[in-house]
């Protein structure tokens, strides 16, 4: 038997009713730093020269800093997100659409800049919403990193009846 405690729990998640069409938030923000994108690389087995050989970065890339993979900064947003909006909440990710924008490199700070654009009860499920967010991942600058706009799967409070 686990055991559960009567105290309330900080740190859950958004429900359907808590997404309505309009609404938005941001993240905290989070630095990316070059141990950061040396783990990922290693641990995706994205090892492009374009994020492993300073040397080519030196001599060849138009851009000379370490930069960090478009994929990392997704996972990176993702990881913010699941903090402030998804715990216990979130049941499906559906899928999105994904667009970079400009580069990320060691040292920049992303934080995650979210509307939501869709917000609907499922039918199959009138226990959970289907929620679409436009989210916008912005550097410390003002620049936009990249955008994607995931459709989920939320729990409800209420069945909607």
Same mark, same amino acid.
């Given at each position: 038997?686990? #055991?559960? *405690? ?8 958004? !429900? #359907? ?10 993240? $905290?923000?989070?630095? $990316?730093?070059?141990?950061? +994108?040396? =783990? %990922?690389? &290693? ?9 492993? &050989? ?6 060849? *890339?138009? +851009?000379?800093?370490?930069? /960090?993979?478009?994929?990392?900064? !997704?996972? %990176? =947003?993702? @990881?913010?997100?699941?903090? /402030? ?5 979130? %049941? =499906?990710?559906? @899928?999105?659409?994904?667009? +970079?924008e400009n580069p990320v490199q060691a040292?920049?700070? $992303? ?10 009860? *499922? ?10 967010? %436009? ?7 003002? *620049?936009? /990193?990249?955008? !994607? ?6 729990? /409800? ?5």
């Open positions: 038997m686990t #055991y559960k *405690s009567d105290l309330p729990v900080l740190g859950l998640g958004l !429900y #359907y009713e808590d997404l309505p069409l309009g609404r938005k938030f941001q993240t $905290i923000g989070r630095t $990316i730093t070059e141990p950061d +994108i040396v =783990a %990922f690389i &290693n641990c995706t087995g994205i090892t492009e020269v374009l994020f492993t &050989n300073l040397e080519f970065l030196r001599e060849e *890339s138009d +851009i000379k800093v370490r930069l /960090a993979p478009g994929s990392l900064v !997704y996972c %990176f =947003a993702e @990881g913010l997100l699941v903090h /402030a909006t998804m715990q216990h909440t979130g %049941f =499906a990710f559906l @899928g999105m659409e994904l667009k +970079i040292g920049d700070t $992303i934080h995650v800049e979210c509307e939501v654009v869709e917000s609907r009860r *499922s039918k199959s499920r009138p226990n959970r919403g289907l929620v679409r967010t %436009f989210n916008r991942v912005v550097k410390q600058d003002g *620049s936009v /990193a990249l955008t !994607y706009n995931p459709l989920r799967m939320v729990k /409800a409070r209420t069945t909607g009846e």
